[in-house]
């Protein structure tokens, strides 16, 4: 039921394309570390779902109207759990709601780096995430010029908040973006 709300709330808040592809992917990474971590999958793929819902609708970031504050009363409203919540809150820094969960540090986790390694897969000679490597993102990492918007130390912390070896969360995501999308028939 969660799922379906979820789901329900997406179809009617996202707009664009490329929200509704940075949502899936997410999910997909959620959906990776709660069989990682062996923990709820429809919590962890519907937080990584509904954390940027009101992205394309909002035109800046605070309360209580911005991202993800509008988000947020969303959620609120149709039920969504206190957990789901502060994660959500949480995956932004400028909220300054501390990620205290696994979940919301997962989520923190998984944002801008799957983001990234999409951005990887644009630019690798097969464009898709199959023939991604480690090395491959690496050497984009290392490039200041490649996704300038997307900061290196947040991608770092991430992984450092969630106890998971960098080089091993990277492959954990690129696994996960490899993998079926069943929460969005
Ligand atoms: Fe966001
Ligand atoms: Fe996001």
């Not at 009363?73 to 501390?98: P, R, W």
């Not at 947040?154 to 929460?183: K, P, Y």
Request: aromatic share 10%; charged share 25%.
């Amino acid at each position: 039921m969660l799922l379906a709300k979820a789901r329900e709330l997406v179809r009617s808040h996202v707009k664009s394309d490329n929200l509704l592809r940075h949502l899936l992917q997410v999910a997909q990474c959620m959906n990776y570390y709660a069989n990682f971590f062996h923990q709820n999958n429809e919590e962890w793929v519907v937080t990584g779902l509904v954390h940027d819902l009101d992205y394309d609708t909002t035109k800046h970031t605070n309360p209580p109207d911005g991202h993800p504050y509008l988000g947020v009363s969303i959620l609120k409203n149709n039920g969504f759990s206190d957990s789901i919540i502060e994660a959500v809150l949480g995956h932004a820094d400028y909220t300054n709601v501390q990620r205290v969960t696994q979940l919301a540090k997962c989520l923190y986790a998984v944002d801008e780096l799957s983001g990234f390694l999409n951005a990887c897969s644009r630019v690798h000679p097969s464009r898709n995430f199959e023939d991604l490597t480690f090395d491959f993102v690496m050497k984009r990492f290392n490039e200041k010029s490649f996704s300038k918007g997307i900061s290196r130390d947040v991608l770092l912390r991430g992984a450092e908040e969630l106890e998971v070896d960098f080089r091993q969360h990277v492959e954990n995501c690129i696994n996960a973006l490899r993998s079926d999308i069943w929460f969005w028939p």
